[in-house]
Structures are given as C-alpha cells and as structure tokens.
C-alpha cells in the first residue's frame, strides 16, 4: 500500500507541484490549504508522514503542529522561511520530527520523507526492550514508560534515544548522533540535536535541568548513563 503524504501549505501551486512529484515517486498525497483543513484531514486520513508550512492563513504552523502533537505521533517535516533559525528550534520544540527551508529543491524533501519514514518503520520489526532501573524502551513498540507510565517523544526523539541508550556509557558526539539516526552529516551550526535532547530530557527527567539519564559532556556530546538514579 502506497504510503501517504498529508500536504498543509496554502500556497497551492507549490502542493500541486509536490503532489505531481511525491505522486510519480509512490506517494499517495493529499492537500490542504488551511490549518483547520490539515487538522481534519489529520483524523480523516491518517497519513504516513505530514509536511506542514509555517506560514497558514488561519492558524499558523507552530500551534497547528502543537494541536497534531496532542492527538497523533505522526511524523512532522516543517517547511520554514530560509535562515530563520528560530522558526526551526521552535518547530522541533513543539514536536516536528524534521524541517526544511525554503525554497527547496524537491528530492532533499524526498530524501527526508523517505529518513522520516525510515525512522519511522525500521525498527517495528524489532522486539527488544533495553531497560534502565524505572526506564524502559521498547524497540518494537517505538514506546518509552517510566513505571509503565508513557513518556511522549516524536519519532526522531525516540530514535535519539535508542542510540544513546545501545551505546550507554560511550560519550556520543553531536556529529555522531546526526549521523547514526538522520544518515547525513551535522552543519557546524545545526543545534537541532541540542533542543531534541532538551525535549527528551523533559520526557524522562524529573529534573531537567539537572539530568540523570542523559549527561551533557562539555565538548564532547552526550553519554546515556548506565547506572541510573532510583529517582526519576
């Protein structure tokens, strides 16, 4: 079965061209032009992967990406104004798997639904739990419970911390994580990494700010702690 786009952007002719493109790609695409279109279509639906525009005439990208985030873990790519860096972090802060500028050429946004995707469906297959004292991981449910109790990360989060936590005790750098979970390499300035840890941190942590799980190690990157704290 042919996977399905879901398209939220009210510049219309650029839907209609990625549509013709994703569609000749085997893609089944459906459009919307407003966010309270995007939001129906959501739950009518059920798409695969949603690519979502910042920029909406009713409701802009970043409340309807957070409004997608209450009632679907659906993988999110937002397209965002070129060198606004901010739109970015806030994007990913409210739960976007991925972001791409515009303009852009059509096959990086292929090539990053496909990494989405990819992300997506790689490990369902998979059984394993890797387990931490109160924290488990499930590889096959893509799920995350403390006490059995859901932690609530994207897909890309989820992915970040699968490889944190294979390789616990190894100090990963940001480079390396990029690398492992997105398959392409970190620009120096690319701080995504930083805000996704931040919002796994929020997820697990009782203390974010004072994390036992995952440790910042000064310019070197992230270590997932083999032995954790009781407390979460």
Do not use: W
């Not at 679907?72 to 972090?89: F, H, N």
Request: aromatic share 6%.
């Amino acid at each position: 079965m042919a996977q399905r786009v879901l398209i939220v952007d009210d510049d219309t002719r650029l839907s209609a061209m990625l549509a013709d493109y994703l569609s000749g790609n085997g893609y089944t695409v459906h459009a919307a032009a407003t966010a309270a279109a995007g939001l129906t279509d959501l739950g009518r639906i059920m798409p695969d992967v949603v690519i979502l525009d910042v920029m909406l005439p009713d409701l802009d990208g970043f409340e309807t990406c957070r409004r997608m985030r209450v009632v679907s873990d659906v993988p999110i790519l937002m397209l965002t104004a070129k060198g606004e860096e901010t739109d970015r972090i806030v994007g990913l802060e409210l739960g976007a798997d991925d972001y791409l500028p515009k303009p852009f050429n059509p096959r990086e946004l292929l090539a990053r639904l496909k990494a989405i995707l990819r992300r997506r469906n790689g490990s369902a297959a998979v059984s394993r739990v890797l387990r931490f004292g109160r924290l488990e991981i499930d590889a096959g449910s893509r799920s995350v419970r403390i006490d059995g109790d859901e932690c609530v990360l994207t897909s890309y989060q989820f992915d970040l911390l699968v490889a944190l936590a294979e390789n616990a005790g190894r100090t990963l750098s940001r480079e390396r994580l990029m690398d492992t979970v997105k398959g392409e390499e970190l620009d120096a300035f690319d701080r995504s990494i930083d805000v996704h840890i931040s919002r796994i941190r929020a997820a697990i942590e009782s203390n974010p700010k004072h994390p036992r799980r995952i440790i910042t190690v000064r310019g070197a990157g992230y270590v997932f702690a083999r032995f954790q704290d009781e407390e979460r």
